[in-house]
Protein backbone atom coordinates (compact mmCIF):
# COMPACT_ATOMS: atom_id res chain seq x y z
CA UNK A 1 0.00 0.00 0.00
CA UNK A 2 1.20 3.60 -1.03
CA UNK A 3 0.67 6.29 1.36
CA UNK A 4 1.46 9.77 0.64
CA UNK A 5 1.87 13.10 2.73
CA UNK A 6 2.83 16.47 2.60
CA UNK A 7 5.86 17.83 3.95
CA UNK A 8 4.95 21.09 5.42
CA UNK A 9 6.92 24.13 6.34
CA UNK A 10 6.40 27.06 8.21
CA UNK A 11 8.14 30.51 8.96
CA UNK A 12 8.88 30.81 12.69
CA UNK A 13 9.81 34.60 11.87
CA UNK A 14 6.24 35.35 11.70
CA UNK A 15 4.85 33.11 14.07
CA UNK A 16 1.75 33.63 15.80
CA UNK A 17 1.50 33.84 19.87
CA UNK A 18 -0.68 31.57 21.05
CA UNK A 19 -2.13 30.88 24.46
CA UNK A 20 -3.40 27.92 25.74
CA UNK A 21 -7.24 28.29 27.04
CA UNK A 22 -7.52 29.25 30.38
CA UNK A 23 -7.48 25.89 32.19
CA UNK A 24 -4.67 24.62 30.46
CA UNK A 25 -0.88 24.48 31.43
CA UNK A 26 1.73 23.47 28.39
CA UNK A 27 4.69 22.37 30.35
CA UNK A 28 8.31 19.86 29.06
CA UNK A 29 7.42 16.29 30.06
CA UNK A 30 10.28 13.99 29.68
CA UNK A 31 8.38 10.70 31.80
CA UNK A 32 9.21 8.28 33.30
CA UNK A 33 5.36 7.37 33.53
CA UNK A 34 4.38 7.83 30.01
CA UNK A 35 0.75 6.51 30.87
CA UNK A 36 -0.20 9.49 32.20
CA UNK A 37 -0.93 10.26 28.24
CA UNK A 38 -3.57 7.63 28.45
CA UNK A 39 -5.35 6.67 25.46
CA UNK A 40 -3.70 9.46 23.00
CA UNK A 41 -0.65 7.48 23.15
CA UNK A 42 -2.57 5.20 20.23
CA UNK A 43 -0.47 2.15 20.78
CA UNK A 44 2.62 3.42 21.08
CA UNK A 45 4.78 1.68 23.46
CA UNK A 46 6.46 3.75 26.90
CA UNK A 47 10.04 2.13 25.72
CA UNK A 48 9.51 4.11 22.30
CA UNK A 49 8.72 7.40 24.33
CA UNK A 50 11.78 6.72 26.66
CA UNK A 51 13.87 6.63 23.66
CA UNK A 52 12.50 9.51 22.12
CA UNK A 53 13.11 11.63 25.14
CA UNK A 54 16.89 9.65 25.06
CA UNK A 55 17.13 11.02 21.85
CA UNK A 56 16.76 14.81 22.80
CA UNK A 57 13.72 15.09 21.45
CA UNK A 58 11.29 17.56 23.72
CA UNK A 59 7.97 16.72 24.77
CA UNK A 60 5.72 19.22 25.32
CA UNK A 61 2.41 18.36 27.14
CA UNK A 62 -1.18 20.57 28.01
CA UNK A 63 -2.58 19.26 31.31
CA UNK A 64 -5.74 20.27 32.52
CA UNK A 65 -6.74 19.54 35.84
CA UNK A 66 -3.80 17.33 36.13
CA UNK A 67 -5.18 15.15 33.43
CA UNK A 68 -3.09 15.24 29.84
CA UNK A 69 -5.10 16.40 27.47
CA UNK A 70 -2.62 16.75 24.44
CA UNK A 71 0.81 16.52 23.83
CA UNK A 72 3.59 17.26 20.47
CA UNK A 73 6.71 16.35 19.61
CA UNK A 74 10.37 18.54 18.76
CA UNK A 75 13.16 17.18 17.24
CA UNK A 76 15.98 18.93 15.52
CA UNK A 77 16.48 15.77 13.14
CA UNK A 78 14.20 13.49 11.38
CA UNK A 79 15.17 9.58 11.67
CA UNK A 80 13.47 6.94 10.25
CA UNK A 81 13.95 5.07 13.59
CA UNK A 82 11.15 7.27 14.91
CA UNK A 83 8.76 8.46 11.83
CA UNK A 84 9.64 5.53 8.88
CA UNK A 85 11.10 8.67 7.29
CA UNK A 86 14.62 10.10 6.45
CA UNK A 87 14.84 12.96 5.39
CA UNK A 88 17.59 15.78 5.80
CA UNK A 89 16.04 18.33 8.34
CA UNK A 90 17.48 21.87 7.44
CA UNK A 91 20.17 23.19 10.04
CA UNK A 92 17.71 26.15 10.87
CA UNK A 93 14.33 24.08 11.21
CA UNK A 94 12.66 22.22 13.97
CA UNK A 95 10.48 19.15 13.06
CA UNK A 96 7.56 18.72 14.54
CA UNK A 97 7.22 14.65 14.98
CA UNK A 98 3.96 13.90 16.45
CA UNK A 99 0.95 16.48 17.79
CA UNK A 100 -2.32 15.02 19.59
CA UNK A 101 -4.80 16.35 21.28
CA UNK A 102 -7.85 14.10 22.97
CA UNK A 103 -10.71 13.61 21.08
CA UNK A 104 -13.02 15.63 24.13
CA UNK A 105 -10.81 18.91 23.79
CA UNK A 106 -10.23 19.26 20.10
CA UNK A 107 -11.23 22.74 18.63
CA UNK A 108 -10.41 24.32 21.73
CA UNK A 109 -7.16 26.01 20.98
CA UNK A 110 -5.01 23.37 22.98
CA UNK A 111 -3.14 21.88 19.10
CA UNK A 112 -2.16 25.83 18.47
CA UNK A 113 -1.24 26.01 21.80
CA UNK A 114 1.07 23.15 22.27
CA UNK A 115 2.49 24.34 18.57
CA UNK A 116 3.21 27.90 19.53
CA UNK A 117 5.36 27.15 22.94
CA UNK A 118 7.20 24.66 21.23
CA UNK A 119 7.85 26.40 18.08
CA UNK A 120 8.61 29.24 19.75
CA UNK A 121 11.12 27.26 21.60
CA UNK A 122 12.76 26.55 18.32
CA UNK A 123 12.84 29.95 17.49
CA UNK A 124 14.35 31.43 20.75
CA UNK A 125 17.40 28.83 19.92
CA UNK A 126 18.06 30.73 16.43
CA UNK A 127 15.83 28.37 14.19
CA UNK A 128 13.73 30.18 11.42
CA UNK A 129 10.98 27.27 10.22
CA UNK A 130 9.67 24.11 11.18
CA UNK A 131 8.98 21.17 8.88
CA UNK A 132 6.08 18.62 9.86
CA UNK A 133 4.38 15.60 7.57
CA UNK A 134 1.29 15.52 7.36
CA UNK A 135 -1.72 13.65 5.60
CA UNK A 136 -3.04 15.82 2.84
CA UNK A 137 -7.02 14.93 4.28
CA UNK A 138 -6.19 15.82 7.84
CA UNK A 139 -7.18 19.22 7.40
CA UNK A 140 -7.76 20.01 10.90
CA UNK A 141 -3.87 19.37 11.55
CA UNK A 142 -2.91 21.26 8.33
CA UNK A 143 -5.02 24.14 9.11
CA UNK A 144 -3.65 24.43 12.91
CA UNK A 145 -0.02 24.43 11.87
CA UNK A 146 -1.04 27.13 8.68
CA UNK A 147 -2.84 28.65 11.86
CA UNK A 148 0.54 29.33 14.01
CA UNK A 149 2.61 30.09 11.29
CA UNK A 150 2.34 30.86 7.01
CA UNK A 151 3.24 27.65 5.70
CA UNK A 152 4.19 26.08 2.18
CA UNK A 153 3.99 22.56 1.14
CA UNK A 154 7.37 21.72 -0.07
CA UNK A 155 6.85 18.48 -1.80
CA UNK A 156 5.12 14.77 -1.36
CA UNK A 157 6.43 12.01 0.96
CA UNK A 158 5.15 8.77 -0.54
CA UNK A 159 6.13 5.47 1.39
CA UNK A 160 5.60 1.84 0.09
CA UNK A 161 4.81 -0.52 2.72
CA UNK A 162 4.56 -4.37 2.22
CA UNK A 163 5.01 -6.58 5.11
CA UNK A 164 8.51 -6.88 6.35
CA UNK A 165 9.75 -4.22 3.66
CA UNK A 166 9.20 -0.68 3.64
CA UNK A 167 10.88 2.43 1.02
CA UNK A 168 9.81 6.05 0.94
CA UNK A 169 11.03 8.65 -1.41
CA UNK A 170 10.40 12.50 -1.51
CA UNK A 171 9.47 14.42 -4.35
CA UNK A 172 10.16 18.20 -4.06
CA UNK A 173 7.49 20.55 -5.60
CA UNK A 174 8.83 22.77 -7.88
CA UNK A 175 6.53 25.68 -7.03
CA UNK A 176 5.93 25.11 -3.22
CA UNK A 177 2.36 26.32 -2.84
CA UNK A 178 0.86 28.37 0.34
CA UNK A 179 -1.82 27.04 2.48
CA UNK A 180 -4.71 29.06 2.70
CA UNK A 181 -7.23 29.18 5.27
CA UNK A 182 -10.33 29.83 4.61
CA UNK A 183 -13.23 30.91 7.46
CA UNK A 184 -15.17 27.96 8.09
Known sequence: ???????????????AELAPPSDVDIRRFSGPDWSLLGDMMQ????????????AGRTCLVA?????AVGYAWFSSTIESRHERYDLPLPS?????????????ERRQGVAS???????RQGRDRGLRRSWIILDPRNVASVRTIAGVAPSLVLGVVSRLRLPGWIRCWYRALHAPFPIQIRAS
Open 43 to 54: GRRAEQFDQAAA
Open 63 to 67: WKRRR
Open 92 to 104: DAVYIHQLRVRRS
Open 1 to 15: MISRRFLIEADLTRM
Open 113 to 119: ALLSAGL
